[in-house]
């Protein structure tokens, strides 16, 4: 070979070096992007607990951002909630925050809350990822009510190790190839070794991806592959589906009644009455799949202010007309865009309504029967309106009173629910119960009752 063919060969190997190593180099920095998360504001439950949980979420959002975290805004989680239909109660459980952190590109959500326990306070987070999973758990227990600002420190950073992706192993840059003297130059080293030039040119973990890794590097390898497979699992229980039914209700309103049946003719005008309703779940103190969804429920209305009279007749009676139900309840929520829940009922209930006349013709009447039936919720506008419908078939009616014979009937009933804000509800809604009678004597009569209802009261999960 000529002298100068070898020395433009060895030039080229050395710029070819120089040109991986700068390749090399970019390789080892760094690319790092801030890890995106949302902290919705802490709930409480105790004395003094609402105060300690706005202080602890103000100093745990404050050192996340000092961790280089990149905060997202209560507010905009919960509007992009609403947006997509899904209702405040169940915007941080699984299958919400996964539909949430997609939409608006989060990494994490910390849930947080403070619980009183005697003269202490617990502190409980959760750090759902982006797939909706537990990444991770953490306790603290409280005496004076603040949150320390080096345990705050503490959970910040235990929280971005978990957020923040592990880094790729760094690219060793090759070693630089020196120039070749021209009298080194032979014809024998025209073309380089195919070997050679591979294990020069390659980084020093590829040139070594033969050799037994030591167990240092073994133990860390696997303690990462543990670590990555216990953020991932999925949460031991079910994610809860209530659907449009809270856990619980307890209502109290004024209600209008009509009531027309029998033989001769009973028929009230429209009078006041005051009605209660109540219902409430398992899921209200448990959290166990299959029992959660097992409640009880029912309704007691008392009639105010009713008289009967014959037609053109000056002499009117007063009157007392009763209802009530109880029952027990199975709830099937599904979770989709409308939120709807079925719910399977089996109970036993009455109505009476007794006339203060000695006149024959005038007739007590009372009613007792078990009864099936389920009631359908929709969300019309989430979170906070909701539509409901009920039927129930009244199967071995027993009269009472002055009345014999046996027989059957059915209930209706349809309404609108709005929740003004957490807890507060306000209702309205019409009701229809109807009994058809078969006498002893032969024939057959019917007593029809009719209602309309306004309620307010509190509603929770």
């Given amino acids: 070979m000529h002298p100068k063919?070898?020395?433009?060969?060895?030039?080229?190997?050395t710029l070819a070096a120089v040109l991986f190593f700068f390749l090399g180099g970019l390789a080892v920095v760094p690319c790092s992007t801030a890890q995106t998360l949302v902290v919705p504001k802490f709930s409480s439950r105790g004395k003094g607990a609402k105060r300690l949980a706005s202080r602890a979420w103000k100093v745990i959002a404050q050192e996340l951002k000092k961790q280089g975290a990149k905060m997202v805004s209560s507010k905009t989680y919960y509007r992009k909630a609403k947006r997509m239909r899904i209702r405040r109660s169940r915007s941080l459980k699984s299958r919400s925050v996964k539909r949430l952190a997609k939409a608006l590109n989060l990494d994490a959500v910390l849930i947080g809350s403070v619980r009183r326990k005697g003269r202490r306070y617990r502190m409980n987070f959760t750090l759902r990822g982006a797939d909706g999973s537990i990444l991770m758990r953490k306790a603290y227990r409280l005496r004076k009510r603040r949150m320390p600002r080096n345990k705050a420190t503490e959970l910040a950073i235990l929280i971005m190790d978990k957020v923040t992706p592990a880094e790729a192993p760094p690219v060793e840059p090759p070693p630089i190839v020196a120039e070749t003297p021209p009298a080194a130059a032979t014809p024998d080293n025209d073309t380089p070794p195919a070997k050679s030039l591979s294990d020069e040119f390659l980084p020093a973990w590829a040139r070594d991806k033969n050799k037994p890794a030591d167990k240092k590097t073994e133990a860390s390898t696997k303690a990462t592959s543990e670590s990555s497979t216990e953020a991932k699992a999925p949460a031991k229980s079910s994610p809860r589906k209530q659907g449009s039914v809270n856990d619980a209700l307890l209502a109290v309103g004024a209600s209008f009644h009509h009531r027309a049946g029998l033989n001769p003719r009973h028929e009230a005008s429209l009078f006041p009455g005051l009605r209660v309703d109540g219902r409430m779940?398992?899921?209200?103190?448990?959290?166990?799949?299959?029992?959660?969804?097992?409640?009880?429920?029912?309704?007691?209305?008392?009639?105010?202010?009713?008289?009967?009279?014959?037609?053109?007749?000056?002499?009117?009676?007063?009157?007392?007309?009763?209802?009530?139900?109880?029952?027990?309840?199975?709830?099937?929520?599904?979770?989709?865009?409308?939120?709807?829940?079925?719910?399977?009922?089996?109970?036993?209930?009455?109505?009476?309504?007794?006339?203060?006349?000695?006149?024959?013709d005038v007739l007590d009447a009372s009613y007792m029967a078990p009864y099936a039936g389920l009631d359908i919720y929709l969300t019309l506008w989430p979170p906070m309106i909701r539509f409901f419908a009920s039927g129930s078939f009244l199967f071995l009616v027993s009269p009472g009173g002055d009345l014999d014979g046996s027989g059957m009937g059915f209930s209706v009933m349809a309404g609108i629910d709005v929740d003004l804000i957490d807890l507060v509800h306000v209702g309205l809604g019409y009701d229809m119960t109807q009994y058809m009678i078969d006498a002893e004597g032969g024939g057959s009569y019917s007593d029809t009752y009719q209602g309309f209802f306004i309620r307010a009261g509190v509603n929770f999960n």
């Fill in 281 to 360: 779940f398992l899921g209200t103190f448990l959290d166990m799949p299959g029992i959660r969804d097992i409640g009880f429920g029912g309704f007691f209305d008392m009639g105010m202010g009713l008289e009967y009279g014959y037609q053109n007749a000056e002499e009117n009676w007063s009157a007392s007309q009763m209802q009530w139900r109880g029952e027990l309840l199975y709830r099937l929520a599904f979770d989709v865009t409308t939120s709807p829940a079925i719910l399977f009922k089996v109970g036993y209930g009455g109505t009476s309504c007794s006339i203060d006349s000695d006149a024959v």
């Fill in 5 to 13: 063919t070898g020395r433009d060969h060895a030039r080229l190997a």
